[in-house]
């Protein structure tokens, strides 16, 4: 799988109304015991995501912008094999497209 990186005009991870849905920027939301650690939320800047010393958030893959906030993010190692599994959506202050990465350490 690896690395895979997608540019969207809407948000995949959260729900198009990402902006009143979520009632802070960034927080832990798990649907259900079984699921992944999911931080949602209005969007925060990189640095200070959870998650930042984990994975590497890149710009907007669209315009390259800086100017950019992680509205989803979950980072996961696997128990048996060490593997590193990463997803997480950025949406974009300049051009506001939605920018979505999903990493696996296998392959
Ligand atoms: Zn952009």
């Known amino acids: 799988m690896g690395y895979e990186c997608y540019i969207t005009d809407s948000p995949v991870f959260v729900p198009e109304n990402f902006r009143e849905a979520f009632d802070t920027p960034c927080d832990i939301r798990r649907a259900d015991p079984m699921d992944f650690e999911w931080y949602k939320g209005s ?4 640095d200070r ?3 930042g010393g984990s994975i590497k958030f ?5 315009c390259e912008s800086e100017n950019v906030l992680v509205i989803a993010a979950q980072w996961n190692v ?3 094999n060490g593997d590193e599994y990463y997803d ?3 949406v974009c202050d300049d051009c506001g497209k939605f920018t979505r990465v999903s990493f696996a350490d296998n392959d």
């Open 49 to 51: 995501h959870p998650l």
């Open 43 to 46: 969007g925060v800047p990189r």
């Open 78 to 80: 696997h128990r048996m």
């Open 58 to 62: 890149r710009a907007c893959a669209a």
């Open 88 to 90: 997480y959506e950025l």
